[in-house]
């Protein structure tokens, strides 16, 4: 008798657990396909000159600004010759403040740099972006080269 009484409790336990596991499971990927942040994101395209010249490599990154409570998704695109655009290999972003980050190359790649010899330090500036898709115009100064780490090459 014990044992039956054993074993339709672990029957009731079972089911208790399986359906919590089922829950969860239902939980989960409705937060997972919802993308997370309920955030709409925007495209964001423009141009990147360094010196009065189009940067020839790199990427950008749109980073929320927290400080700011921007807490949305951040957004990234590469630069070729001067041109960004989240569309074409990135991700659009939430509007709001934004910590942009700029990394610059020559574009000379050889196969120790796939994008080339850096041209300045990784550039920061903020930026207010709209809410929906937007062009920007981001001109990196000569000053930021000033902290470009000198580094050397092996041999070839």
């Known amino acids: 008798m014990r044992r039956q ?12 657990w399986a359906g919590q596991v089922v829950l969860l499971a239902a939980l989960g990927l409705s937060v997972g396909c919802s993308g997370g942040s309920g955030a709409n994101l925007h495209e964001v395209s423009g141009t990147v000159n360094f010196n009065g010249q189009p940067v020839p490599a790199g990427r950008i990154y749109f980073d929320p600004d927290v400080k700011q409570q921007n807490h949305g998704p951040q957004g990234y695109a590469d630069i070729k010759d001067g041109h960004f655009d989240t569309r074409q290999k990135g991700q659009g972003t939430a509007g709001g403040a934004m910590i942009v980050r700029i ?17 300045f330090a990784t550039y920061q500036t903020n930026l207010q972006l709209p809410e929906g898709n937007s062009t920007q115009e981001l001109n990196v100064p000569l000053s930021a080269a000033n902290n470009l780490p000198q580094t050397s090459l092996p041999p070839p």
């Open 5 to 16: 009484n054993f074993l339709a409790a672990l029957r009731r336990a079972s089911a208790r």
């Open 103 to 119: 990394e610059g190359f020559d574009g000379k790649a050889p196969p120790e740099l796939p994008l080339g010899k850096p041209l």
